[in-house]
Every structure is written in C-alpha cells, then in structure tokens.
C-alpha cells in the first residue's frame, strides 16, 4: 500500500489549453473525491465516485471540468479551455468504504496547476 | 449558509507549551468532526475525528473536544514541538440523510498555521 498517488505534482499552462490529472486511489478503496484548494484555504469539495460512478458534483464544478473513475480504479480530471482562476491545488482522497458514518479521507499530494 | 471558521489565521508558541486550535461552525449538524494536519505543498493529513455523541478524544499529545450545543470543536496539542509546525484543518461531515449515511464531502476550515518556536 503505497498511499494516494498524484500525477503530474506540478502543471503550468497557459490560459485556454486543456489539462488532465490523474489520481491513483490506495487499492480496494471504493470512494475517491477530488477537492480544490487557493493559497490561504481550506480544500473545497468538487467531485467524488463510488466504485465507477460519479455520484456528485458541486456547484464549483463548471462545464469545463469533467472528471472519470473507469473500472473503479484510478481517476482524471481534466480541466478545458483553462482560466488563470483555476490556478489551485488539486486534491485526491479516498476511503476504503461506502455509507460508513466517519471515514477517514486520505489524500494524495496534490497537483499544483498555475495557469498563465 | 453553512459556515466553518477557524479562530486564527496563525498562531505562535513556545516549544513546550499547548497550543489551543479552535473550530467554530454555524448552520451545520454534523456527524462528525475530523482534524487534519497539511504541511507546504503536501495533501492533508488525518489526525483525529470525533463523532457527535463524543465529548473529548486523545491520540498521544493530541486532545480534541467537541461541543455541539457551542457549535464548536477545541484542538489541543500539549507539549508542543517545532517538528508540530503546520497548517491544522479542520473538517466537517453532515450527516445526508435519516439513515445516518455520510458520504464524505467534507467542508474544511480555512486553516490555522501554527508555528512552534524553540
């Protein structure tokens, strides 16, 4: 068990490209979510999976994200027509259960995307 | 709206002494609490959670207490370190729906950075 994995660490790109992120959950765990996280912050929830299915989306989650968990295993995030606000850390966590009251979440390292 | 503060943005002491994180939150019920700790350009780590029903919960110099009539969780860290320096989370759970299933989408404070000089 090697913990959350997060690919790649860093990302700079310029405003209009597109970027994708992937994020390996520790195996066997069923949930995965993806938050974001500004200087001075805490992170905020965006999206999360159980098994394959993509049970959530917050309201910070616009038309230009779109994330993918197939086969229940790894996740990508991928980011369209990038803006300089969305320069933040992404973040990756998962938890071995469903539906069980109090999980702990454990997180990847995060992806730090700067748009220019 | 829901709301979660953390009490300080930073907070500075002394190797030695106990440092006192506080977590206040309005228009919540929560399951469950959870602290976590995140260090420069890493992922949050977990610390501790304490569920509603719960009072007081201790892991090693770790103290947290949770007072749902306040609306408020206290985070303690005794006999503080320098190495105990970093951003402290802390992280809240509502409870979905009759069943009592949470499904994780946690709402974190804004952090409070600690530092500990030696």
């Known amino acids: 068990d090697t913990g959350v994995s997060q690919d790649p660490r860093h990302k700079i790109t310029k405003r209009g490209q597109n970027v994708t992120f992937r994020c390996d959950p520790i195996s066997e765990h069923n949930r995965l979510y993806w938050y974001r996280q500004t200087l001075g912050q805490g992170p905020e929830f965006l999206t999360y999976?159980?098994?394959?299915?993509?049970?959530?989306k917050s309201r910070l989650l616009s038309d230009r994200f779109s994330a993918e968990r197939p086969k229940g295993s790894f996740s990508t995030l991928e980011i369209q027509r990038t803006e300089q606000g969305d320069s933040a850390m992404y973040l990756c966590?998962?938890?071995?259960?469903?539906?069980?009251?109090?999980?702990?979440?454990?997180f990847g390292p995060g992806t730090r995307l700067l748009v220019l | 709206s829901q709301k979660i503060e953390q009490n300080s943005e930073a907070l500075n002491i002394q190797e030695g002494k106990t440092a006192t994180l506080t977590c206040n939150y309005t228009?919540?019920?929560?399951?469950?609490l959870q602290w976590y700790r995140q260090d420069p350009g890493r992922g949050p780590v977990f610390l501790l959670l304490i569920r509603e029903n719960e009072k007081e919960k201790r892991k090693e110099r770790l103290k947290v207490t949770f007072d749902t009539t306040l609306k408020q969780s206290l985070f303690h860290i005794t006999a503080s370190q320098p190495a105990d320096s970093a951003t402290y989370l802390c992280?809240?759970?509502?409870?979905?729906?009759?069943?009592?299933?949470?499904?994780?989408?946690?709402?974190f404070g804004q952090g409070t950075i600690l530092t500990v000089h030696p």
């Open positions: 999976f159980q098994n394959e299915a993509q049970l959530e």
């Open positions: 992280a809240l759970d509502p409870v979905e729906d009759a069943g009592g299933t949470s499904y994780g989408k946690l709402t």
């Open positions: 966590a998962s938890t071995p259960r469903s539906s069980l009251l109090g999980e702990t979440q454990y």
């Open positions: 228009n919540y019920s929560p399951a469950y």
